[in-house]
């Protein structure tokens, strides 16, 4: 996976004493520079491509990052792998942590959350749960249908962009160096590494940077909740 790029320097050998008289040292050797992958000579359309094609390629990866939309802050961090993902979204105040294995959704929910949806009652439905998993069906109103976040275990839906786009300025960023790809309409740039594998970096956008990673990693965390762990939300609610 792509990462800061940290270089050793080799301290030079200093010469003996040869008749009282110091021999000089070499100086160390120059760092050499990952060599380039060549997606920066492409055009836009080519590098999206390469950059979709090496997500996929990975089989999981990790989106973070912020969002701020009508001054509220939502705060996120997920991962995906083999079409299961899971993860923890923060929004006004309150955390919720969700998973995704074969198309059954659960979630977790801090005491804040639950204050905010049952108000009185919402002390007593968090006791109730116990931090359990919250299953929940996919016709359900509020967690049922997940489709902006599900659509990012996608590469092609997460990296889609939505007008024409412009080679941007590389920049070095801690994952390594990265060319821009300016999405127009969207006034955000993606920046795709310019070494090794051509990965999706970093998206910035005017409402938050969305930060990708964890190409390649195992994430055992992505599996179904033992029975016990797990309460029926159409229990709680009497539906």
Do not use: H
């Not at 040292?25 to 094609?53: F, Q, R, W």
Request: with cysteine; charged share 20%.
């Amino acid at each position: 996976m792509p990462a800061a790029i940290a270089v050793a320097l080799l301290a030079g050998c200093g010469g003996g004493d040869n008749g009282g008289t110091t021999s000089s040292s070499s100086a160390p050797p120059a760092s050499t520079p990952p060599a380039s992958n060549g997606v920066a000579e492409l055009t836009p359309d080519e590098i999206l491509a390469k950059a979709i094609e090496a997500l996929e390629k990975a089989g999981s990866y990790q989106v973070s990052g912020k969002a701020t939309e009508e001054g509220e802050v939502t705060s996120m961090d997920f991962k995906f792998a083999n079409g299961s993902w899971g993860g923890t979204i923060n929004m006004q105040g309150s955390g919720v942590e969700l998973l995704v294995v074969e198309n059954q959704t659960y979630f977790k929910a801090d005491a804040d959350f639950w204050k905010a949806m049952g108000g009185a009652d919402g002390a007593g439905v968090a006791k109730l749960i116990n931090d359990r998993w919250v299953k929940v069906s996919a016709d359900d109103e509020m967690f049922g249908d997940m489709s902006e976040i599900s659509g990012m275990a996608d590469p092609k839906t997460l990296l889609q962009p939505d007008g024409t786009l412009a080679k941007g300025e590389a920049k070095e960023l801690e994952a390594g160096p990265a060319i821009g790809l300016v999405d127009q309409k969207a006034k955000s740039t993606l920046y795709v590494a310019t070494t090794g594998e051509p990965y999706p970096l970093l998206i910035e956008s005017p409402d938050g940077d969305v930060t990708i990673g964890g190409f390649g990693e195992s994430y055992p965390e992505l599996v179904q909740p033992a029975e016990k762990d797990v309460v029926d939300f159409s229990e709680l609610s009497g539906s």
